[in-house]
Every structure is written in structure tokens, then in C-alpha cells.
């Protein structure tokens, strides 16, 4: 099985194609487009050190100007990233109903336990109960252009950013309408500025459970460095990207992450076939491959010189 | 039932009665002695109900279960389990509940249904219609319901329904012929008596008429000692009393043979009878394997409860600063907050054991198991092992040392019966000094029985003609062989040699022996006693009347249990032809006689009856009896007879020392017999210089001497040959006397040192050791001395008669041959074979493969719960050490079980790494795997790290591609080309396919032996996993209240990265093995793997074992 014979020209085969994938992958990714842009706000230069700094005012709005300095190609994906957030905690990530999500209302009566200590407020159940329905990501953003002075807004597309399945099959909503009704004699999570059926005014079918940010946060990250996405760019003017120019990104800073050292990046990226950029795949297929090569030689001489008994 | 019996004791304990708890008494047909002193008590017996099953409808779920929680590694799951119910845990307990439940469920049907079977087994057989006699009639009732002190009725070809003492039998000279087959395998029909004083009842009448109580030990599990008395009244006089023993005690389980009916009379019932008694299973025997394996388990837990710590440890670290403890967007609940720090602490200690304790997987124990459990079934039907004339292969009677045949060290052989054939060749006689040969043996067979004798010296005067008659008529008398009327004299023994040398012996009549003499005349004489061999003594006698009234005892018997008590006839000329023959390999058998005066006989047959009557110690008794008797012999003459050599018997002997293994020879016989044996056998070679320890030599210098001589010369020898290429081997002879001198604790041994100490080092720079003139008991002493010695070697002992059961039970491995010596050795070994020449297939190849197969099989097992756990471990410290699984519970539960359980049970019944001929071609490649070669530890160590290493790969592989990044899918799947985040399950789900596809590749990489079976379950397995995976999270089950692997699995595939580095991870973490593979072989390979490459292993050859396997395999599946 693992005689000279194979395994000297099968490393080198192998070596030469993973060093192809590598040299490919790499290419890819290198040829993605990355802005990051911190808004934490813990330094005094920031934009939103006003939002961090006592006094804390209620929607606190803070604006971050940057230049693109070359077309950034779309489409155009916008993230936000969090650091030092532990969703991946299984005491967090248990604390939901999933009955309750599938829209299932005797569950609206009576929480799970798991959803502990946000199952019950003030003597009502919650709906949708738990650490992690209550902790949902609440800063909003709005992109805009810089034209002579003017700006433009550029339209996000909050549509489709959540996993199929979670949106169609896996999340519903109880059927009743109006929506609201369903939550009658119910409350919304403790953190929570607005109750579940009106997470989206502008668009009705993008409420309760099956609401495109609320999928997107409670599918759990698994490390504690994530980032997840917020909206996409693909209409109008930006169809094709982001033209050189100024913009402003209009934060309303709400999601507190400085008590346990977290950070909040919003990042815009674009994407290959490849998903978005990753240098490590690319770098491990060429590492991995030159060491089948190298390996294939070093077994080549020791062969030569220990002469491998097989092939006589 | 049980308080009757309490209260009787209780009033015995009163009245102040003796209790002689050794004996019974038994009243025949419940009737009261007529005048007897002492008084009627009916005993409590138990009734003949035989109860083989172990559980009853109403206890077998208690008792199984305490059963199987008794076996440590139930107990651990079932532990893991608890804890998961009681304290919230990471997973819940279904993920050990299931396999716990299911291997503890499989277990209990199989127990359950054998049990079923017994039930049903005890049933039929308490419910067999039985006869008993009462008041004079024969009442037919179930076999249950008899009682002790019953006549029962048997007929031929029925089986004893309970221990019987033969009252009388349809033949009038109260004689029955027995088969004891399904007792002890020998197939021989035995006689048993009644005695005198009721042999004559002929009705039931008559029997029923018999007034007479026997008492009796209590029962025992000897098969072969029993000791008794009956006291039979007549007319109200006093009683006659007779001995009864062995040979009137009819066995339950044995068959009545070649008699009409008997009469006898229940004497043991029920569970105790001594079949049921020998029920009792012998003590288990562990093999190396399993001793290695339990210590890596100790490794295993430790490295769990270290794993638990550091992560208990760490978490309490980190969860210093508050906002880490309890972080705003994970507030804990208030019935937690007011939990005390410790139990907090204590209950994530547990959580963590619970989450890492699948690295001690249950499906290990069930996979060894089924492994050695169906590993036993290709050995017993291996067709090489098959012999045509016993028409029977090996036999398994023990599944659990198949691969302790691998590791063995020593070989422990009896001579007679294993090394040779034990079929019995007349070569000559020598009587009074005279040789006489018979004149056609050319060709090594015998004419038939009309060729006459050829006379070396045929001059026969009148004084050597009555010594040559003498001579014959011993041969003639003196055995315990029964001539059936129907059947001629036939193959046993003597009866052909008799035959040819003009005297035959005919019948015992009437305890008249006839026989016929060369003038065609019969003589009869008539059979006063026997004294029976024991291999003790190594002789045995006949006292008989002659015709003319003279009193003769014929003894025949080893050369020297004989010479010693000879005080006439030509010892000189016969002692010296006796010692020729030895030389020459041939058994040799003295025959001496003496002629009793009227009162030394009356002296004589005092002393026996009264030893044969005694109830305690008779044995003992008997063999002073013995040896006052059989003295002042005058010397006859001696046979000679060979015992030809097993076929392949030196071929194997050769094989075996190539392999690496010290052969012993064990033997009763004389030094010259079995050292010419050994010379046949190759043993020992023309070149070997031979050491004795032997009686004469230590009669000239003291034992301290003789063995620090020779422990000179081979240690002397040992210097030289470590610089001369071909060093000389040596081999030892050594007797029974001087072994028991070394064995005997030295009253000086501080000052001399100890003579084991000085022994085991010769022994150990012998090639070949020869132990000749051995007791039985002594052969098990020198397994146990080597066994027992610092080096800890696994010996193997090998042999034939119940002489050898000792040291079958003794060594590591015990095989018995099935041989002509009945079947008590092959009944109490591990093994049994038909041949001495299938040992080298039973070590070379099957302990070689099965050692591989499950070396492979632990280390295997231990490296793929390696790779499962360890990314959990690491996942902890990117999830707070909140016991957060990585993988999902039915991953968890199912990887064991049915991802990666059947290539490696497949591989360890299948696998070959060379192939069989090159294993029997080459006996060195034992050597390859000798002292646990493949379970030692830095093996394990390597395995272990291996597993580490692919496990940090897998989880390091998957965090680099998720951290930081957007590792995304490019869902072409969904309606709108987007990218959607993946989330902790998707990661989870990434290193588990990774971790699936490594196991089983690495376990295909160590395949050497492909066969379609091996392609179907390594693929297949695979191929299982994926479909599982899809099918796993393409539905909403509805039976579970968690939906987390919902189209997970398939979010991940549409995803091109995730492709891309499952690809990457699998190459990247098979590649270490394999380089360190080839490198190896390249650098320093092993014989085994000089072999393989000799051989190109991808030709499959598949061979008929193998065949068997595949097919047995595809029934088992």
C-alpha cells in the first residue's frame, strides 16, 4: 500500500495540484476588497467617543467619514463585527425557545425554562424569550454618499441575508394578523427598544421571528471574534460597487461592548466564488503543497541511499 | 423448604448429636434399618431438579443488571449517565444514555435468550420420564421428582437421571457397561460393578425386598473419587458391609451401554450431582493485551479528569474580572447566583468530565468483544487445522487469549501423546536376558497375527521356558482391559502383541481371566485383585490364583519404579538391553512377579480390603497398601515399544525456535527415552552441547556445585559467542529429583545463594530444555517458576492426558491435544488441537494475525477518541469554558457506535499485514511483535500524539478559516445569490466531517489486506456518515425540541471553501503518519515489513480462511 513506488510520485502529484489550488485561492482572495471601520469609541478621536463617554444618551448617532479610493467592485457586502463576544457561551446560546420561534403560541403562554432569567418580566411571559433573542445586535446604520457637500443615501438590501431555511421553514411566525395580536398578554425582551412584530415599519413581512437581523443574530457565532452581515449593496447607482469618492456612515450607537472589552467594526466587502477574503486557505494549500514536494524529494534520496527493497 | 431445615439443625444442635458433615446416609427406597441402633432420620436432600439457567422470570432484570454494572466500564457510563441527569450538562443524557442503554440492552437479550435456552433445556430434562421402583412395582414419574434413596430403573441406551450406586444389572455377573462421552469426551465404554451381596436381584420384586443404607461422602466435583459404604441387612442379622467407589458410582450424564437394565439406587440429586458440581467454570485467564489495555484506559482517565481540571482551573481564572463572569448579554438566573463558588466549581467539573468522556468510548469493550468472539470462530474453522481422523479442527474454548497465541514465549510439551503419536509399537521383548524380535517389522508394521515370533535365541530349555511363559502370561494378566463378547480382541494395546506371541488373552468370567495359551489351551486363573495404575507409582500389579492354586502377582511398570524392588532374575542383562532401548527411543515397560505363600496373600488382601474399605484417606491407605505388597519382585523381562514421532512434529520445532520461542520438554519418562526424542524431534542438534542436572551427577557433587559449573560454561560460553558469529546453543536435562531439590527452599540460601535465581539463568541461555522423570504436579511447578520469574514471560503449555491438565492450567495459554489419553486436557485447556503440528499454525499465524489485529485495534480506538475529544477540549477556550460541545449530541452519540465502528472491527478480523505463507515460510517474523511489541508505550505514546496532533489540525484548520474571516457560503442553493453567515454548529460540523474522513482513511492506509468486504465498509461507512448527515438536518424531526442541525450540513457543502480545507485538513493530517511510514521502512525496517516488500502485498490472495471470514462477516453484519 504505502510503498515507494506510489507514495514518492503520488506526494508529488499531490504537492503540484494543492500548490495550483494554493496559487488560485490566493490570487482570489488577494483580489477582494476589505474596509474596516472601527467605531467603538474608546478613543477620544473617535466619532463616537461622544456615545461612550458619560453622560450616555439615548440614540446617540455618530458619523464615520472615509474615502474610497479606488472602485470598489460589487457587490458590495456590509458587516458589522463584534470582538470579546462569547455567543458561543452554552448557557447563552440554550436561552431560547425554540418552540416559541416556530411560532407555536401555547409556548407564548409559558417560555422554557432555558429562557432563563429572561422568561418572565413583570409576571407576562417574553416573547421571544431568552439571553440570546434579548441581547440582539441594535446599532443601525445608514451609508452615505458625499457629493459636493450633499449627501447621498446609498440603499442598503436587508433582504436575503439570513440563511434560507431559517427564514422559510425553520423561524415562524404564529399565524395571525395583524401580527400583533399574537402577542397579546406578552412583552417584548428586556432590552429590546421595540417589540418583535415591529422590528421592520417599512416592510410588514419582515417582522417577528422571520426578521432578516433577528435570523441573522441568533444563528450563533462560533468564536468570539465574528462578524455577521448587515445589509448588501445592490440596487440603484451602486449596483456595480462603491464609485471613488467621500461617504459618511451614520451610526446610531446603541450596543454597549466597552464592559467587557469588546470592539464594533463595520466592515464593507466584496465577495468571490470563494466567499469573503481568506488568505489562510490559499497560504496553507501552498505550504502543504511544497512540503509533499519537498517531501517527495527528501524520500527520493533516502530512498537512493537506503535503496527501498520494493521496487526489484 | 429452608426453615425445616433450619429447624432440624437447630434441634441436632440441641439434642447434642455429632454432625458428620463429610458423609451422608442413604436409606435404599426410604426404608428403615430394621434393627438399628442408631435412628431413623430422613435427610433433606434436594430434589433432582437440575438448574442451569442463572435467572428466574421475576429477578432477571435485578440480577442481569447487577451483573453487568459489576463490569468497571459499565459502571463508568452508567456513573457519566447519572450525572448528566442529576447536574445540567453540556449533552444531554441521551448521548451516553443510548449507547449505555444499547450495549447493556444486547447484553441482556443475549444472557436472556441463552438463558431462555437453558430453561427450556432444564425443563426437558426434569421432565424425562424416569422409572422408579416402588412397593415392588416400577412407577413411571419425571426426573425432577426423584429423591435420594430411590431404585431407579435404567435401560440401554438411556442416560442416568441422577448419581446412581449400581444395585444390579441385567447381567448376571453385575457388571454394566457406561459411556461417559458428554461427561469427559472419552468415548471408551467403562465398566462399572455392583455388589456381590445385590447383583442378584433379578425383579423388582426382589430389589424392593432389599433392606440397606449407604453412607457416603457428601458430593464432590471429582469426576473419578468416590467413597462409600453399604451396609445391607439380612435376616435381621448384622449387617454385611461393602465398600463401594468410583467404580460403582453411576455418573448422571453418562449412557448405559451394552446392558439390558440395572437397578440402582439415587445417591446424589438434583445440583448435587457431580456433573452439576463440575459445572463451575474454571478461573479466567487475562491476556497481556487486555492487562496493556487496562493501563492505557488508567492513562485515558487520567488524562480526562487532568482535562476537567485544567478547564475547571481556567474557567475560574478567566471569570475573574466580572465582566467575563457575567457579561451583560448573559446574565445568569438568580437561583445560580446564590449557588456557593464550590458547588459552582464542582458541578463544571462534572459538566467538563461529562463532555470529555467520550474519549473512554463504550463501544471499545463491545468491539473487542465481538472481535475475540468471532476471532475464535475463524480459528475453530480454519480447514488446516482440520483433522480428517478425529474429524474435528481446533477447538475455542476460551475466546479471550486468541491474541495471547502471539505473544508467547515458552513452550511447555509433554513428550508421549504430543510430541509422539502414543500409538504403541511392538519392537521387541526381552525375557530373562534374551532378546526376542519379531521377524517382520520391516516395514514398520506389524504381520498379522499368524506370523509366529522370530527367536533371536532359540534354544529354550526347560528353565528359560517357564520364565518365557511367565513372561507372557504377565503381559496377558496383568491389565484392566474389558473384552466385550461381541467385538474380538482389537486395538488396544497389548492384546495384538499377546496375540502374535502365542498367547491371547481372552475374557474376564467370573472374575476368572482366560486366556489362551500357543498350545491353543485355555488357561484360566482367577482375578483376585488389581492394583491399579497411578502415575505415581508408574506401575501396576494383578494378584491371581492359578489353576494348580498358586497365588501370583504379575506387575508391570516404568524401569525404575521396578528395578528397585527386583531381588532376582538377570537385572544386569535386561537393565542394560532396557537401557539401549531407551537410547534408541523406545518406551520400555519392565514385567516382574512374585509368588505369594497362602498367608502373604491373606496379609495382602487384608491389607487391601481393608484399605479399600476405609472411608477417609483411602487413597492414601491404598498406596501404603500398595507399597507394602509390590516388593521382592523377580525380574521377568521388558518390552520395548516406540512411540513414533508426531507428523511435522520436528518441522514445527524448528519453526517454533526460529520464531524465537524456548521449547521445554515435560515429561515422565526416563532421560534416555525422551532426550532421543528430543534428538528426533530437533530439539537438540547434533551441535548442541547438552547440560545435565540430572540425579547421578548430583549423587557424585553436591547440587550447589553441579549448578554453579554450569552456570560457568554458559555464562563463559556467552562471552565467546557475543564475538564469534555462529554460537553454540545449549541445551539442559534435568529430572524430577534434582528439580524438586532446586525448588525446595534452601535452609542456606543466604549463604549460597538461591538456587532458582542461578537455575532461571541457565535456563535462560539454553535453547532447549528437557525435564525428564516429571510428576505431574511438577510440570505445573516449572511453568509457575518461569511464569513467576522477573522477566514476566507468557508461556504456553501443551499436552495430551490429565497428567498435563496441571500445567495447562497453570501456563498462560494451555492447549490440549485431542488425544488418545481422553479428553481431560483438551476439556481444561484454552485450545484444543488434534495435532502437535497445528501449534504452528495456531502461533505463527492465527496468535500473529489476532495480536496485530488487536494491537491495531486498542491503539486505534484510543487515537480516534484522541481526535473526537481533543477539539472539544481546545473549543473551551473559545467559548468562555462554558462546556459548549463542539459537535452535535447525535455526532456525539453516533460516532462511536456507527461512524467509525465497523472498518476497525472489520480490520481486526480480516487483517493481514504479510500473508500467510510468508508468516509460515518465515517463523523469525514473531519475533517482530514478541513482548507486547505493538502496546508498549512509546507505541502508544506515538499513537497518542498522532491523535493530538490530527485533532489540533482539525480544529486549528476550521478556526483559521472562520476567524476573522467571512467564511461564508455562496448559496447557490437559495433563491437569491447571497452569502450567509455560518454559525458554531456549521463549525462543529466542518471538523467532525473532517474528523470522520481522517479515522476511517487512516484506517484505510493501514489496510494490507484488501477484500471486497474491507472496500464496502471503510466506503461505506463514509458514505453512511454523509447520507446521515444529510438526512439529519434536512428534516425537521419533530421529536427533538432543538432544530440546531437543521440544513446545516448541507449549507456547508454548498459552500466552496469549506470543500477546499475538509480536503486541505484530511491530507494535512494523514500526512505525518504516512512520511513517518515510509521512512521507516525506508531506514530501519522491520522483519515483517522486509516481508511485505518482498512480497507485493496489493496481490490479494485470498485464502480459505478468509473466504470463511468474508462470509461469516456479511452473516454477522
Redesign the interface.
Known sequence: ????GV?IPGFFV?GLA?IG?GVG?LITSRSIQVLELDYTGTETNSPCYKCTTPPVQNNCVCKLNFTIDTLFKGPV?F?YSLTN?????????A?KD??QLSGDLTYFKSP?SDC???QYANGKPIVPCG?LA??MFNDTFKLYQIINGQEKLVPFDG???????DYN??YRNPDYSPLKNAFNDTVKPVFWSKAAYELDTSDATNNGFVNQDFL?WM???????????YR?ITEGDYKDGLPVGNYSLEISYNY?VI???GTKKATF?N?S??????E??GI??LV?GS??VV?SIV?LI??AK?R???DD | MDFSRLRRTITRYCVGEEIWVGSRTVYIGHKEPPSCAEAYMPQHYPDNRIVSSKYTFWNFIPKNLFEQFRRIANFYFLVIFLVQLIIDT?TSPVTSGLPLFFVITVTAIKQGYEDWLRHKADCSINECPVDVVEQGKVVRTQSHKLRVGDIVVVREDETFPCDLILLSSSRYDGTCYVTTTSLDGESSHKTYYAVPDTMAFRTEQEVDSLHATIECEQPQPDLYKFVGRIDIYKDKQEPVVRTLGAENLLLRGATLKNTQHIYAVAIYTGMETKMALNYQSKSQKRSAVEKSMNAFLVVYLCILISKAVINTVLKYAWQWSP??DE????????IERQRHVVIRAFTDFLAFMVLFNYIIPVSMYVTVEMQKFLGSYFIAWDEEMFDEELGQGAQVNTSDLNEELGQVEYVFTDKTGTLTENNMEFIECCVDGNVYIPHAICNGQILSAASSIDMIDSSPGGYRREYEDLFFRALCLCHTVQVKEEETVESIKRGIHQGKLGYTYLRLKDSYMEILNKDDEIERFELLHVLNFDSVRRRMSVIVRSSSGEYLLFCKGADSSIFPRVVSGKVEQVKARVEQNAVEGLRTLCVAYRRLSESEYLEASHRLTEAKLALQDREQRLAQAYDIIEREFVLLGATAVEDRLQEKAADTIESLHKAGMKVWVLTGDKMETAAATCYASKLFRRSTQILELTKKRTEEQSLHDVLFELNRTVLRQRSISGLSVDCLDFGLIIDGATLSGILKPSQESAGHGNYREIFLEICRNCSAVLCCRMAPLQKAQIVKLIKSSKEHPITLAIGDGANDVSMILEAHVGIGIMGKEGRQAARNSDYAIPKFKHLKKMLLIHGHYYYIRIAELVQYFFYKNVCFIFPQFL?QF???F????LYDTAYLTLYNISFTSLPILLYSLVEQHVTMETLKREPSLYRDIAKNALLRWPAFLYWTCLGVFDAVIFFF?A?????????????Q????N???????W???TLVFTVLVFTVTLKLA?D??HWTWINHFVIWGSLLFYVIFSLLWGGI?WPFL???RM??VFM?MLS???AW??II?LI??SL?PD??K???C???C?TASE?AQ??R???TVEPSTIFMLSQSSSRMSF
Not at chain 1, 463576544?85 to 446560546?93: E, I, L, V
Not at chain 1, 466564488?273 to 481568506?278: A, E
Not at chain 2, 447571497?978 to 458554531?984: A, I
Request: with cysteine; glycine share 6%; hydrophobic share 40%.
Open positions: 500500500m504505502l510503498s515507494a507514495v499531490i494543492f489550488i485561492l457586502f458587516y463576544y462569547f455567543q458561543s457561551q452554552r448557557k447563552y446560546g436561552s425554540y418552540n422554557a432563563d432569567p429572561y439571553s434579548n441581547s433582504k436575503g441575508i439570513a440563511w434560507w431555511t421553514i425553520k441573522v444563528r450563533r457565532a462560533a468564536l468570539p471574534n465574528f462578524r455577521k452581515l448588501r454597549p464592559s467587557f472589552d466587502s465577495v466564488w470563494m466567499g469573503g477574503q481568506n489562510f486557505l496553507a494549500y502543504i512540503m509533499c517531501m524520500m533516502v530512498y537506503f527501498f527493497p520494493d | 453540556p465582566d467575563r457579561p451583560w448579554y448573559n446574565h445568569r438566573t438568580e473549543y473559545f467559548c468562555g462554558s462546556q459548549q460541545p484548520g478556526y483559521f478559516l472562520f476567524d476573522n474571516t467571512t467564511f461564508t457560503s455562496n448559496g442553493l437559495m433563491t437569491t447571497t452569502q450567509m453567515m455560518f454559525g458554531n456549521t463549525f462543529g492506509l489496510t494490507h425537521i425540541n432543538y432544530q437543521y440544513y449549507q459552500s466552496g471553501p477546499l480545507s486541505l491530507t494535512v500526512l504516512v512520511i511510514k515510509v521512512l521502512r525506508a531506514v525496517p522486509h516488500s518482498t507485493p502485498c496489493l
